[in-house]
């Protein structure tokens, strides 16, 4: 690759995600490529040490007036305040990290843009260059921070040597950008060049997510300023928990004097239960009397009264954030794995956040990579994040093994496949149902048996004539498996088609609807017949 960019490029139709066509200039060379873009600074407008805090001393006329602002273009005190809610409030920062780390934990998946073996060497490069790079982590992890603030953005470090590969993803402050004015919609970054407005961001050098949990402006539709009421009452409430626990969890200390008392005898009364503890203490005449009157219209202490209101918000945050409270069920289905994978967030608000995350990566870091270094032309392979199938192999392997001891035939190698178990080779070591070692047999010590009379006794027992019953029964039964074959090959059929067990399960009842009994009804009912011939035969003493 020559140190300008490929010249077609120019033509390719890469467009950022704005919809606009990304042009490159003449002079957009490798070395701007790989400059460092929003580089941090100690002073200036990106600074990397931002002490500003705006959660002390938060008001509701405060809260109300950054919110407006945040909505009018001002956002730099709002993306404080999330910044201060996920590092104050620790349920806050609980659920939001649930609903980050459920798709951080989501499988990555390239598919080729089609069977073309060009497209699947593209894809397989994608695969191994980018998604299985241990980098790609802090792409993912970066992006997300846009669920609480609004917006996310990710400076992409490219390496231009022999290929163009993103090898460096560094999350960037939000507060460092803004909206442009016109349409809201167009992030800008601050700099020097143009303080008002900012300046437009280089082509591929960032990645910026913007989750579509709201419609409007793109920082009005962060979690934070859904949650940001419920922080604002509950810091309150909290507080005056604190104030209540230190003024009433703790004994009233009370020292009584008499009248007699003078005043340097009331101030060391004083100094003396003072010295017993922290606050809570007091001294009065011992004619004087002090009642505490409880807060009538409520039920329980004080203590539970904010206890039961700072659950209240919580349940009400772990709503807005993760789709139910901690009391709820899991709706996500899949089983008890697929739970554990969401970590109590809902299905589908994961799997919204995975497919959002995985378009916003194939546009600003897979596709750039593909035109880099494939050309204007080459098909971009999809991505996507999707959780693991999981089955209960328990349960499968319960529900199969009396339909095998029925007749049912199944796949050994499918069977394999599910529980991960490798076909053996003729030298492995089998394991298998052990044999079960036959009683011994030991002759009765008053009356042995010789070699002579238990061969006397085989010989009488084979020359006993048969039960016609008994020929009956073996007439049946040699073309059992021909009667029952119409009545199992639905379940059969049913196996091979399955999934998973949940699917081979829903799939039962027509499995059972599909069963011909026809040709056994028909073989019971002859056998049926026969026997009762054999029956009158035998009544009759003519027969």
């Known amino acids: 690759m020559t140190d300008l960019l490929q010249p077609g490029l120019t033509k390719s139709g890469l467009i950022d995600l704005y919809g606009r066509p990304m042009i490159v200039a003449a002079a957009a060379t490798k070395s701007e490529i790989a400059e460092v873009v929003a580089r941090p600074t100690t002073t200036g407008v990106r600074q990397a040490w931002n002490n500003t805090t705006v959660a002390a001393g938060l008001t509701p006329q405060r809260l109300a007036s950054l919110l407006q602002r945040a909505a009018e273009g001002d956002a730099h005190d709002y993306l404080t305040l999330a910044e201060e809610m996920e590092e104050r409030d620790w349920h806050y920062a609980s659920e939001l990290g649930k609903r980050k780390l459920a798709v951080l934990g989501l499988d990555r998946n390239v598919r080729p843009a089609s069977d073309d073996a060009r497209d699947i060497e593209i894809a397989e490069a994608v695969r ?52 442009d004015r016109q349409t809201g919609h ?239 080779e003729d030298d492995d070591e089998l394991l298998g149902p052990q044999a079960k070692t036959p009683s011994p ?17 085989r010989a009488q027992a084979e020359a006993e004539p048969r039960d016609r019953m008994d020929d009956l029964r073996d007439d049946l039964l040699e073309g059992w498996t021909e009667d029952l074959d119409p009545m199992v090959e639905p379940f059969e059929q049913l196996a091979r088609t399955a999934n998973s067990y949940a699917e081979f399960e829903a799939g039962l009842v027509g499995a059972v609807e599909g069963m011909d009994p026809t040709a056994l009804a028909k073989s019971l009912g002859a056998a049926l017949f026969k026997a009762r011939a054999q029956g009158d035969a035998k009544d009759d003493p003519e027969a």
Request: aromatic content about 10%.
């Open 128 to 179: 191994t260059e980018i998604v299985e790079d241990e980098a790609f982590e802090d792409l993912g992890a970066g992006l997300l921070d846009a669920l609480g603030k609004g917006y996310g953005v990710v400076e992409i470090g490219w390496d231009t040597g022999r290929r163009w590969v993103p090898n460096q993803y560094a999350w960037r402050d939000p507060r460092w950008f803004q909206w």
């Open 186 to 424: 167009q992030l800008r970054m601050l700099d020097p060049a143009d303080m008002a407005e900012g300046v437009e961001l280089r082509p591929y050098k960032f990645a910026i997510h913007r989750p579509n949990l709201k419609m409007g402006l793109p920082v009005r539709g962060g979690l934070a300023r859904l949650a940001a009421w419920a922080f604002l009452f509950k810091f309150y409430g909290v507080k005056d928990w604190a104030t209540f626990a230190e003024s009433y969890g703790q004994p009233l200390r009370l020292g009584k004097y008499d009248a007699s008392a003078t005043p340097k005898d009331v101030d060391i009364l004083f100094n003396a239960v003072s010295m017993i503890g922290t606050d809570c203490a007091a001294v009065i005449p011992k004619a004087m009397e002090i009642e505490f009157i409880k807060a009538e219209g409520g039920t329980g202490s004080g203590a539970d009264l904010y206890q039961r209101f700072a659950e209240f918000l919580d349940k009400q945050v772990s709503k807005a954030i993760v789709g139910q409270d901690g009391t709820s069920t899991m709706q996500s289905g899949g089983g008890y794995a697929q739970a554990k994978v969401l970590d109590g967030v809902r299905g589908d608000i994961c799997e919204s956040d995975a497919k959002q995350l995985a378009r916003t990566i194939r546009r600003d870091v897979i596709e750039p990579f593909v035109r880099f270094n494939y050309g204007p032309d080459a098909k971009v392979p999809g991505l996507s994040l999707e959780t693991p199938e999981t089955e209960d192999l328990k349960a499968l392997s319960e529900a199969l093994a009396p339909l095998i001891d029925r007749g049912l035939k199944v796949k050994a190698s499918q069977m394999r496949e599910k529980f991960g178990l490798d076909a053996p």
């Open 441 to 457: 047999v030991t002759a009765e010590p008053d009356a042995p048996k010789a070699p002579a009379e238990r061969a006397l006794n």
